[in-house]
Nanobody
Framework: DVQLVESGGGSVQAGGSLRLSCAGS????????MGWFRQAPGKETEGVAA????????YYADSVKGRFTIFFDDSQTTLHLQMNSLKPEDTAMYYC????????????????????WGHGTQVTVS
């Protein structure tokens, strides 16, 4: 089974930084698109950023461009989301997701197009 496990969430003051991590089973990293999503209470799931295994194209939501960076570690086994200049509106449960299908500018941020999901890690910015 494909498994994704997020970590790194927590509470931070506005302007601070957090780094989220997503560790997955080896299969996940075989030509997949991997993304970070978030959901705040009462709001829809929002695509935050996405990247293909092996590097290459990255996608970012306008709300996080210039503040968040999605990347793999050197071993290409752990996905990260570096979040800087955090704002209260970034408060949400953050999820790691993976899918083997190619994405477009219109689909990368749609949760419908991701097959595998982690259980999430909470980020709270005050």
């Amino acid at each position: 089974d494909v498994q994704l496990v997020e970590s790194g969430g927590g509470s931070v003051q506005a302007g601070g930084s957090l780094r989220l991590s997503c560790a997955g089973s080896e299969y996940v990293y075989d030509g997949n698109c991997m993304g970070w999503f978030r959901q705040a209470p009462g709001k829809e799931t929002e695509g935050v950023a996405a990247i293909y295994t092996g590097g290459g194209t990255t996608y970012y939501a306008d709300s996080v461009k210039g503040r968040f960076t999605i990347f793999f570690d050197d071993s290409q086994t752990t996905l990260h989301l570096q979040m800087n200049s955090l704002k209260p509106e970034d408060t949400a449960m953050y999820y790691c997701a993976a899918d083997p299908r190619r994405k477009t500018d219109e689909s990368w941020h749609d949760a419908f197009w991701y097959m595998f999901w982690g259980h999430g890690t909470q980020v709270t910015v005050s």
